[in-house]
């Protein structure tokens, strides 16, 4: 997972953070600050072991896919 920036500007290898799925805990504790939706993902990969990767995504194009049990409609995250 990308360090705590946008992956957009994720460059090399030393922009990735490798994380235990058990605990969400980088695997180098020395690592820099990583996302706090790790945890999330982390579940998601205990909770159904043939996942082999969680892609998270605030993008207005790809929210509306989340959405589940009711027809296709637009929606905006942060509308609250």
Known sequence: ????????????ERDLVEYYVEDAEPVDPGSPKGYSERCIHSEVLKRFPTVNAVIHSHSEAVVPYSINAVPFRACFHMAG
């Open 1 to 12: 997972m990308s360090r705590y920036i946008a992956p957009a500007i994720v460059t090399s």
